[in-house]
């Protein structure tokens, strides 16, 4: 059974920083995808910034390239998001969500930050920024 637990969520002003963890458990294949998504309310679910398991390659959100780091430390099986420089408008419950076996093929890459594109989901955990 694949379980993925984040942490990390909170409150901070803008121009502060949080991290949030993923916890990844029940995933055996070695050919992961683990992206970081976030929904603010009345808004569509948007891909943040993902990573693969065995080469490190990294996709970002242009939104926050540059203020966010995402980074993987898979003797953990743990998926860590950098969020820096916050602003009010990166405020949504973050979601962690996994897919296994990936091909990583031109056309997964194209989709890497889409939803449809992965499995399994955690439950989320709330980031507000806010003055």
């Known amino acids: 059974q694949v379980q993925l637990v984040e942490s990390g969520g909170g409150s901070v002003q803008p121009g502060g920083s949080l991290t949030l963890s993923c916890a990844i458990s029940?995933?055996?294949?070695?050919?992961?995808?683990v992206t970081w998504f976030r929904q603010a309310p009345g808004k569509e679910r948007e891909g943040v910034a993902g990573?693969?398991?065995?080469?490190?390659?990294?996709h970002y959100a242009d939104s926050v390239k540059g203020r966010f780091t995402i980074s993987q430390d898979n003797s953990k099986n743990t998926v860590t998001l950098q969020m820096n420089a916050l602003k009010p408008e990166d405020t949504g419950m973050y979601y962690c969500?996994?897919?296994?076996?990936?091909?990583?093929?031109?056309?997964?890459?194209?989709?890497?930050?889409?939803?449809?594109?992965?499995?399994?989901w955690g439950q989320g955990t709330q980031v507000t920024v806010s003055s």
């Open positions: 969500a996994a897919r296994e076996r990936v091909i990583y093929s031109e056309s997964f890459r194209a989709g890497a930050l889409t939803p449809g594109s992965y499995t399994y």
């Open positions: 990573i693969f398991s065995i080469n490190d390659m990294t």
């Open positions: 029940g995933i055996t294949s070695a050919a992961r995808m």
